[in-house]
């Protein structure tokens, strides 16, 4: 077992998933975002239960304030499944996942815009990115050449689930991309930056051992 801090401003909780994969081909260029139909600490729960199923996210963000971290962002989390064989999305992004059910009654919140855009901003420090939607559109889905071009290629980029498979609703219709560019251009103007604090003890991983190996690149 080994202990590790949380990554980047604003984590209230690390609680590490058994699904963190090590993956020499891990090369984070991008960011997708998701969300639960879900609440927190449900959610939390869900995604660190051990299972025979790899599901897991980077990260999970609350409506009002509460930030689990469940992987660390060198490694490869398993949110963003889809079909494509040797082009597995998971490897080159962190996914963020955001509490909410998308209806409009339910909607994303301002806390959650500025805590994706704080995040964001420190990762794409971190990695020399730049934060951008791939043509200017972060929701159209693409064929497997168009996303094998910005996995491969790129320096950074942001899209929902759906981009990479239409089988996806998420983060939907009520997730309005233009508010997060404005909390990146908040962000960017401030001088605001908060410290991780938590830290967490990680699990042992242990399906790995009985899961075929398709299983561990794909995620439904
Ligand atoms: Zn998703």
């Not at 599901?55 to 963003?80: F, K, N, P, T, W």
């Amino acid at each position: 077992m080994s202990i590790w801090e949380a990554q980047g401003p604003g984590v209230t909780l690390v609680k590490p998933c058994v699904d963190a994969e090590k993956d020499p081909r891990r090369k984070i260029v991008g960011f997708i975002i998701h969300y639960t139909d879900g609440n927190f600490d449900g959610d939390v729960d869900w995604l660190t239960k051990q299972d025979d199923v790899p599901v897991s996210a980077h990260y999970v963000i609350g409506r009002d304030g509460q930030v689990a971290q469940l992987c660390r962002i060198e490694r490869v989390a398993y949110h963003a499944g889809m079909s494509w064989g040797d082009l597995n999305p998971n490897i080159y992004t962190i996914g963020y996942e955001l509490c909410s059910n998308a209806k409009q009654e339910y909607k994303f919140t301002d806390f959650q815009y500025r805590f994706l855009a704080e995040h964001i901003l420190w990762v794409c420090k971190k990695y020399n990115l730049i934060y951008r939607y791939p043509d200017g559109d972060p929701k159209s889905t693409r064929n497997k050449a168009y996303w094998k071009e910005w996995f491969l290629h790129s320096d950074g980029f942001i899209i929902g689930h759906s981009a990479v498979n239409p089988h996806k609703p998420d983060p939907g219709v009520f997730f309005d991309w233009d508010k997060l560019l404005q909390m990146f251009q908040q962000r960017e103007s401030g001088s605001e930056t908060r410290q991780p604090a938590a830290v967490a003890i990680e699990p042992k991983t242990f399906w790995k051992k009985f899961l075929p190996k398709k299983l561990l690149t794909s995620k439904k």
